[in-house]
């Protein structure tokens, strides 16, 4: 059985693991790690400065300020990690990025195999479509969700960008911006409501047509079920950052 921390425990995505972690055959979670750490039924730790070292894998879910502890529980244990909060900072990026040179951590905004399939289709209608068409970003979650486009939608529009010839800006809303759309332009939408998982939309806008490209979760049990697969690959792997083309065997 493969031994999993769990960072983010008792979180929306954190009880979701913890449901399908229990229901697997080849892994179980030897502690938990949340701000709230109120569960007297399992073992959990405030922060991961709390926290003794164990477990094979740590898979994460929890909230940005908490990424600063992970990463020194991460060198000061060599445990391997599937880092899936958003937010992140760009000085704990930094981190990562030193980090992932003695020890192998699993990055991803989206842990979604459709989201990254989403990504590869944009990537190649961008190429074709960047000349004639604007492009824009849609993105809807929960209104629990703090953070802002989401991680995913930076994703979206970072792959758009690098896939263009020519270089594009990244426009948040367009309240008070009285001049017309320039066609550099990426325009990244927010929207906050109810109970949605995540829904993401790439309009690509021509003259007297419209390609839209659109993702939909129904569940938040389909970035577990990403998350937990991607703990299984990192076991025994060597130090380095990897990401969901890594598991999908592509090249970039």
Known sequence: ??????SGYNGQMGRVLKELINDSEDMEITFGVDRSATEESFTTYESFSKAPAGGEVIIDFSHHSMVPALLDYIENTNTPAVICTTGISAEDMKR??????STPIFMSGNMSLGINLLISLVKEA???LENDFDIEIIEKHHNKKVDSPSGTAYMIADS?????QEDK????GREGNNSKREKKEIGIHAVRGGTIVGEHQVIFAG????VEITHKASSKKIFAKGAMSAARFLIGKDKGLYDMNNIFGEVD
């Open 126 to 128: 961008a190429k074709v």
């Open 207 to 210: 003259t007297d047509e419209i």
């Open 96 to 101: 990562i990025d030193k980090i992932k040179d």
């Open 169 to 172: 800006s990244f426009i948040y």
């Open 1 to 6: 059985m493969f031994k999993i921390i769990l």
């Open 160 to 164: 758009i960008k690098k896939a263009c």
